[in-house]
């Protein structure tokens, strides 16, 4: 169980910390997707620091599994949000969305079951 936990883990806080540093530091793509889901660009900054905070959260949750715990369920709460904006922007394209979801809910779900 401790390597799922582990892997799944270290996996959710990489990929989530290499959105949250492209959002950061102003790249491209966030602001497309800004743009195309009708989120103002002024967003991208706030939403790369939760992401960068889930990311770190994560990877806290290693010495203090509440706060694993906590920064999963906020990543899962993050993605359900991104999923009503796609729903209200009309885009229907979610596997880039579920990727993430499905990456967020597994650390959610290997945070409890080990701990």
């Known amino acids: 169980m401790f390597t799922a936990y582990l892997v799944v883990t270290l996996l959710a806080a990489v ?7 492209a959002n950061l530091i ?3 793509y966030p602001k497309k997707q800004a743009d ?3 989120v103002p660009r002024s967003w991208t900054l706030p939403l790369g620091t939760l992401l960068a905070v889930g990311s770190l959260g994560l990877l806290a949750g290693f010495a203090v599994p509440v706060l694993g715990a906590l920064a999963a369920g906020g990543l899962v709460l993050y993605f359900v949000g991104a999923f009503g904006a796609h729903l209200r922007a009309r885009d229907y394209d979610f596997r880039a969305w579920a990727a993430f979801f499905t990456l967020a809910v597994a650390a959610l779900g290997v945070q409890l079951a080990y701990h």
């Not at 990929?15 to 540093?21: E, I, K, Y």
């Open 15 to 21: 990929l989530n910390g290499m959105v949250a540093v």
């Open 36 to 38: 195309k889901l009708g």
């Open 26 to 28: 102003g790249h491209d």
